[in-house]
């Protein structure tokens, strides 16, 4: 089966650009959520698709926003780029909704703004 | 919110050698997920732990929750070199958003 696949993996932009990350789900998983990591904060929560809806969001700003299609594929839209938003953006799939099935990460994509 | 912090950052070891990493909380979690991400991947479950007390054992990796659900320990046996990568440990805050611990990255030399 295959995993998570996340488009494309590696990014330049410069500042107030924006930006769309694509991520595909495994076949069946219906959960998509993304996640932004740095080395300075870590791994941290941006939002989560299931059926087309967002269910849960985290604390970003409104310049992070996304999607899902009726294929569960998602996708994540950054404007107004700023330099501390270079980071490796994930995206997971499961099954279900709220974390309640397991979580299979994509390898990421890699945004750099200058 | 929840915190969830992780020690040590850094670890650097022989192959045979035992180590433990800690993740500890304030907080309560309804649940608790170790990960290992390695270099240019994402993160890979490696177990999930829900009742207070519990211990699970994967091969040389032994996990355990807290008593109060507030903290969690990695504990492996005999290190190898595959077992180099950033550990994460995640909980499920009360809204279902996994909270992610600030990781411990281990480097296991032969």
């Known amino acids: 089966k295959a995993g998570v696949t996340q488009t494309p993996r590696y990014l330049i932009k410069t500042r107030g650009q924006q930006v769309t990350l694509s991520c595909s789900p495994i076949?069946?998983?219906?959960?998509v959520s993304w996640y932004q990591q740095t080395p300075g904060q870590g791994l941290q929560f941006l939002f989560e698709y299931f059926s087309e809806t967002q269910r849960n969001k985290g604390n970003f700003p409104g310049r992070f926003s996304g999607r899902q299609f009726s294929n569960s594929r998602s996708e994540m839209n950054v404007s107004t780029l700023e330099l501390g938003d270079s980071a490796l953006y994930l995206c997971a799939s499961s099954r279900f909704s709220g974390g309640g099935g397991t979580q299979y990460f994509g390898p990421g994509t890699r945004l750099t703004v200058l | 919110t929840q915190l969830l912090e992780q020690s040590p950052q850094f670890l650097s070891i022989q192959e045979g050698e035992n180590l433990t990493v800690y993740c500890n909380s304030s907080?309560?979690?309804?649940?608790l997920q170790w990960y290992r991400q390695e270099p240019g991947e994402g993160p890979v479950l490696l177990v999930t732990v829900v009742t207070g007390g519990e211990v699970k054992k994967l091969k040389r990796l032994t996990f355990q929750f807290g008593d109060a659900r507030k903290d969690s320990s990695l504990h492996i046996t005999a290190a190898q070199p595959g077992d180099t990568g950033l550990y994460l440990c995640?909980?499920?805050?009360?809204?279902?958003?996994?909270?992610f611990g600030t990781g411990t990255r281990l480097q296991v030399f032969p």
């Open positions: 995640a909980g499920k805050d009360n809204t279902d958003k996994l909270i």
């Open positions: 076949s069946g998983h219906r959960s």
């Open positions: 907080s309560v979690f309804s649940s």
